[in-house]
């Protein structure tokens, strides 16, 4: 779950995939990613609220991707929410610093 939390904040704070005008892969290795440490992060708090599956004899049920999906949602509302009180009305994934700062003006600007 911590795994699939990171990487969920990671799609929504720096990844993205860049090309030049024709179309060269710029992004093209983990190196050009703002890939997230286990340090750069907070330790998140998980609950668990067991219900066992009758489909087999454990009782046993995978979680997938449960952790990506749902920090990957949350955060990217939470960017879009705290961006729409200063008057930012459209923003796409990654929130990287410079696009924040880029939208943030241009809404000032707009004002």
Not at 5 to 24: F, K, M, T, Y
Not at 58 to 72: D, F, N, Q, R, T
């Amino acid at each position: 779950m911590m795994g699939g939390i990171a990487q969920g904040l990671s799609q929504v704070l720096g990844e993205r995939i860049v090309q030049d005008g024709s179309g060269q892969l710029l992004t093209g290795s983990l190196m050009d990613y703002a890939l997230p440490r286990a340090a750069d992060l907070p330790r998140p708090v998980l609950d668990s609220h067991p219900v066992p599956t009758a489909l087999n004899p454990l009782g046993a049920k995978g979680v997938g991707e449960a952790g990506s999906v749902g920090a990957l949602a949350a955060l990217t509302c939470a960017v879009a929410d705290a961006l729409a009180r200063t008057g930012v009305d459209e923003f796409d994934m990654p929130a990287t610093p410079d696009r924040v700062w880029t939208a943030l003006r241009a809404a000032g600007a707009a004002r």
